[in-house]
């Protein structure tokens, strides 16, 4: 494969572009959902505002009503920052209430059991793994020469590893996957979606994760379904169904992290296949120093990478990066060809190259 090219320099990545001003401030520099740069409760607001819009409106409630409430704000200011998101608060409260909380039932917990919800908080992180992204990465993989080695960072439970198992329905276009049990995956195509006409073989694929999920376990299972919002529709049994996929074909996840271990991973790639490094919704969780780092490794790969991430966090123009829908990601290829904007739950794809 010659396809060895060193990506364009990201010393233009500073502390986060300010994509839209008011609407994405903490994609680019700040952590994944909490920037430091402002209060907790602008945070919770933010989320509020942004992400939850269309998609849960009673998580956008709650965190709206948590953004108003001094006890349960002074109990999240114990916590460490990276420890702050709405994801993980309102994923330990499920877990320990067993079904999605509201603002009733979060300030009883913050009362009553604070200790238990923060050392669920602690234990865990948020590992969201929507196998619907899957959708949003194929088109980015036609045309690349068969058979394909898949390397995930950030890989979660490795749902997003089993791209081929899956079946396809993009408007009707319908492309079955290699297990038929797994779930199809309905995605809306905008613009010229390049659409295979059949899935790639795939001959090799790993995960690294610096905390792996294992399908087969019923804590790592529960956790998964915690983090999931309510009023999702489909989420919860797309995620049942993609738990089983995974069991039947467990995706390798390496404990690792993703700069120091990629090429030690990489290296068992076979040779003879195209290798793909990719990720979504990863690299937010990480600092500039970090992304930049994993740039310049994954430019020394004979690879293809594949980022899928909130603008600005592959720093891109201003002026190329930005949607009209405040929370849609950027798919870019080789840290430099934006070839589309997608949902983060991979239910559309606006492809723009
Ligand atoms: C929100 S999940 C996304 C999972 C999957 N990529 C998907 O799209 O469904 C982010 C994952 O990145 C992992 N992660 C965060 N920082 C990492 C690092 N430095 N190295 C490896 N994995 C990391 C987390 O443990 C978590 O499992």
Known sequence: MSHHHHFPPLEMLQDGPMVSGRDLPAAGGAMAGHDPAVSTAANYRR??????????????????????????????????????????????????????????????????????????????????????????????????????????????????????????????????????????????PRGPVPLPERLPTVSWRAGIDLNPLDAADPNDARWLECLLWPGEGDREARLQGALEAARRHPPPVHRGDLVDDLVRVAASAPPDATLVVYHSAVLAYVDTDKRRAFAAAVGDLDAVWLSNEAPGVVPLSTATATYPRADSFNLIRNGCDLLAFTDPHGTWIDWVS
């Open 47 to 188: 989320f509020a505002g942004r992400e939850t819009i269309g998609r849960a409106p009673a998580y956008g409630v709650l965190a709206a009503a948590v953004a108003a409430d001094e006890q349960i704000l002074t109990f999240l200011s114990a916590l460490p920052v990276a420890k702050r998101q709405p994801n993980l608060l309102f994923a330990a409260a499920r877990h320990l209430l067993g079904t999605p909380t509201d603002i009733h039932a979060l300030r009883d917990l913050v009362r009553g059991r604070a200790d238990e919800l923060a050392a669920v908080i602690r234990a865990r992180r948020t590992q969201t793994n929507e196998a619907a992204r899957c959708a949003t990465l194929l088109p980015a993989l036609v045309g690349l020469p068969e058979p394909l080695a898949l390397l995930e960072v950030g890989a979660a439970a490795g749902l997003t590893l089993l791209v081929d198992r899956y079946s396809y329905d993009y408007a009707g276009h319908y492309l079955p996957g290699a297990d038929p049990q797994a779930p199809t995956l309905t995605c809306q």
